[in-house]
C-alpha cells in the first residue's frame, strides 16, 4: 500500500507561480511513473504532467512551457512548478503513482486557484 501526501497549492494572481509536491510512502513498494492530474468543476480529471522511469516526461499541451514536473526517486518525491498561471489553470490537483505492479494511487487533491 502506497500513502501520499501533497502539499502547495492555494490562491494565486494570474501571471504567478506556484509549486505543487507529493510524497510517496509505504512499504515494499516501487513507483514505476509519478504524475499530477487536475479536474476543474464540471470537467473531467486530465492528465497535467506525468514523471516516468528513466528520464521520460510528458505534458499536456495547455500546460507545455509554463510547468515543469520533477522527480526524487531517492525521497519518492515528485514535484510540480507552475509559472504564467492563468485562470484556466485554476482546478483540483491530484497526485498520482503507479507502482511496479501497475497499481494506481492517488492523493487527497489540492485547490488551486488562479484569479484574473
Known amino acids: 500500500q502506497v500513502q501520499l501526501v501533497e502539499s502547495g497549492g492555494g490562491l494565486v494572481q494570474a501571471g504567478g507561480s506556484l509549486r505543487l509536491s507529493c510524497a510517496a510512502s509505504?512499504?515494499?513498494?516501487?513507483?514505476?511513473?509519478m504524475g499530477w492530474y487536475r479536474q476543474a468543476p464540471g470537467k473531467q480529471r486530465e492528465l497535467v504532467a506525468v514523471?516516468?522511469?528513466?528520464?521520460?516526461?510528458n505534458y499536456a499541451d495547455s500546460v507545455k512551457g509554463r510547468f515543469t514536473i520533477s522527480r526524487d526517486n531517492a525521497k519518492n518525491t515528485v514535484s510540480l512548478q507552475m509559472n504564467s498561471l492563468k485562470p484556466e489553470d485554476t482546478a483540483v490537483y491530484y497526485c498520482?503513482?503507479?507502482?511496479?505492479?501497475?497499481?494506481?494511487?492517488w492523493g487527497q487533491g489540492t485547490q488551486v486557484t488562479v484569479s484574473s
Open positions: 498520482k503513482v503507479r507502482d511496479g505492479l501497475g497499481r494506481n494511487y
Open positions: 509505504g512499504s515494499g513498494f516501487s513507483i514505476n511513473a
Open positions: 514523471a516516468a522511469s528513466g528520464a521520460f516526461t
